[in-house]
């Protein structure tokens, strides 16, 4: 690679991004690797026979990367990340977040659109089903609303159901927001979720341990659970069924010794009984965001507490502003909203459903909405 182009740092980090998608080389081999050279550009320069002889590393592993030594490969992937806008951050990188380096299994480094907030600010991964009740969805934008409003970063997978109500809280609290992906961050997975995904970006990132064009494989979404657990203290669970993935986040996070808080769901709603189960197991519940504040350290008097509910009430994203517009003391659908804004009527129902939740309107039976 020609060094003159770009400082040694970057170029690093480019190597390191090569090292992550040869194929069957993980972040055990990885530092096993770099250990022994020092660097992922030595790595890159050495000879088959000076790479099998590093401890752990087989003759199959080092003629994968042999054989991942393409330069005009590595040079259209730096071009694209370039025209893409994206980031990469390895785990050498001092950007790299510190909790996620101490987990069992971390990725060898991100891919970022947008900017990582800053390490020293706290995070709260915010989890559930993406099957939620009009409960779950409050509770998840409520918390999420309110936890940003205090400076805290809400980490989720941008899932719809609860993973996007979270984020959606986050942004509407006027704080800032990660989405862990199981795909490319050049790929909006669900596609319903692209004007969300911008917002995130403006206020946050995306993440994800996969390239750029990596589409939504299931198995790639169960891996990346680990990395939304990981990138914070505290693991929040709001909704999840009986046999929600959902699990599998609270496990990991369980086992990297992290905390998991569990919100009670009603004991007769089949939207709970995941909740209810991880509650019988021992996991501690929350009913507020003091709960979570508590575990975090953090304390606001009475009348910080009046401040910051007032600022919630007054932030109002655009989207909810232009649907809340339309509303006056007649009653107006969902159907009429959609038609005047010329916008989908998921999108026009997702807002109504949030200046529900914010006290802004009310649904009255049969006719639509007016407001409070």
Not at 42 to 66: D, F, L, M, P, R
Not at 271 to 283: D, M, P, R, Y
Not at 300 to 324: D, F, G, P, R
Request: net charge neutral; with cysteine; proline share 3%.
């Amino acid at each position: 690679m020609k060094h003159d182009e770009r400082g040694e740092d970057s170029m690093e980090e480019y190597y390191m991004m090569w090292l992550s998608r040869v194929t069957n080389v993980g972040i055990h081999k990885v530092n096993a690797l770099l250990n022994y050279f020092g660097t992922a550009e030595a790595i890159w320069n050495a000879s088959e026979y000076e790479i099998q002889k590093v401890k752990g590393i087989g003759t199959q592993c080092s003629q994968s990367i042999q054989k991942a030594k393409n330069e005009e490969q590595l040079q259209n992937w730096i071009d694209e990340m370039e025209q893409k806008d994206i980031q990469y951050v390895s785990i050498k990188n001092e950007r790299y977040p510190n909790l996620l380096k101490q987990i069992f299994d971390p990725p060898i480094g991100l891919y970022v659109k947008g900017f990582l907030p800053d390490e020293n600010i706290q995070k709260v991964s915010m989890v559930g089903a993406r099957k939620c009740s009009s409960y779950g969805s409050y509770v998840t934008h409520k918390f999420a609303q309110e936890l940003a409003q205090t400076n805290i970063v809400i980490v989720s997978g941008m899932a719809t159901g609860i993973d996007g109500m979270a984020h959606k809280g986050a942004l509407d609290g006027g704080g800032q927001t990660i989405a862990v992906l199981g795909t490319g961050v050049d790929i909006c997975y669900p596609v319903e979720h692209k004007a969300l995904m911008e917002r995130i970006i403006q206020n946050g990132c995306v993440v994800s341990e996969y390239p750029p064009g990596s589409k939504p494989y299931p198995k790639n979404f169960v891996k990346r659970n680990r990395i939304i657990s990981g990138l914070s203290s505290i693991t929040v669970v709001v909704e999840a069924g009986k046999k929600s993935g959902t699990f599998i986040t609270a496990d990991q996070a369980l086992e990297n010794g992290r905390e998991v808080f569990v919100v009670p769901g009603n004991i007769t709603s089949k939207f709970s009984e995941g909740t209810n189960a991880l509650i019988k197991q021992g996991c501690p519940i929350i009913t507020g965001t003091d709960d979570i504040l508590q575990a975090l350290g953090i304390a606001y008097s009475k009348t910080e507490k009046q401040i910051l509910k007032q600022n919630m009430s007054n932030n109002i994203a655009k989207e909810e502003q232009e649907v809340y517009d339309c509303i006056g003391q007649e009653a107006i659908n969902a159907e009429t909203i959609s038609r005047i804004l010329k916008r989908e009527i998921q999108e026009v129902q997702y807002s109504l459903t949030l200046l529900e939740i914010m006290g802004k309107i009310k649904k009255l039976p049969q006719t639509g909405y007016i407001r409070e």
